[in-house]
């Protein structure tokens, strides 16, 4: 079992739409982190929570340390919002080492 | 601007000829690291640095060397490569000065689409 699964692999909405991306990890973690790699490949940071919500814009990033999990969300959703979503922790006993999720591919039709 | 760049953007290249992807930091970041992305496997991690001079082993190294000598580069090389190392590679890199500065945001390079026959 991977220490860091996503969920779903694949989603396809309707612009407009709610969207909502899951992490579940299984170590103790000291952070945790949201990527986005656009359709050309490049990666950019999002979020880095340890607690809480963060909000940027359209995105919100929750994380919920006893329950293992954090959430990202977009609302109104736009087809540019199309690009995989990687969620990356890094556990809490590990000298600087992320550990990844395979990634989300969101695809938001017109 | 700051940014991570990695040359080149596309390699085709065959099997046992040596070849080297640069990387390079212009925000003076301690640390830095190699990855590749396969379909279904997500990021792995080749190598590692953490300052000049000093770096680590990260999940799948075989096969690669890299080298730390200015704080800036941090060049990945394929002594032989193999057509298993066919992959998209990404340089990444990161304030970590301090413990606190762990959690600091990766900045990655556009990736560099290797094919190896």
């Known amino acids: 079992k991977n220490e860091v699964e996503q969920s779903p692999q694949n989603l396809t909405a309707q612009e407009g739409e709610f969207i909502t991306i899951n992490c579940s990890y299984s170590?103790?973690?000291?952070?945790l982190h949201w990527l986005q790699q656009h359709p050309g490949g490049g990666i950019v940071s999002l979020f880095m929570?340890?607690?809480?919500?963060k909000k940027h814009g359209r995105l919100i990033a929750t994380i919920n340390i006893q329950e293992k999990h954090s959430s990202l969300h977009i609302t109104a959703s736009h087809p540019r919002d199309s690009a995989v979503y990687i969620c990356?922790?890094?556990?809490?006993?590990?000298?600087?080492?992320?550990?990844w999720g395979a990634g989300t591919k969101l695809i938001i039709k017109p | 601007e700051a940014q991570v760049t990695q040359n080149p953007r596309y390699l085709i290249t065959v099997t046992g000829k040596k070849l080297t992807v640069t990387c390079s930091q212009n925000?003076?970041?301690?640390?830095m690291s190699w990855y590749r992305q396969d379909p279904g496997l997500g990021l792995r991690q080749i190598y590692y640095?953490?300052?000049?001079?000093?770096?680590d082993k990260g999940d799948v190294p075989e096969g690669y060397k890299v080298s730390r000598k200015e704080k800036r580069n941090f060049p990945l090389i394929l002594e032989s490569p193999s057509p298993n190392q066919t992959s998209l590679y990404f340089c990444?890199?990161?304030?970590?000065?301090?413990?606190?500065?762990?959690?600091?945001?990766?900045?990655f390079g556009n990736g560099t689409r290797l094919t190896v026959t």
């Open positions: 925000m003076n970041h301690e640390y």
């Open positions: 640095s953490m300052n000049v001079e000093v770096t």
């Open positions: 929570l340890s607690s809480g919500k």
């Open positions: 990356a922790v890094r556990g809490a006993d590990s000298n600087y080492q992320l550990i």
């Open positions: 990444a890199s990161s304030l970590a000065q301090t413990w606190r500065d762990y959690n600091s945001p990766l900045h």
């Open positions: 170590v103790g973690i000291s952070a």
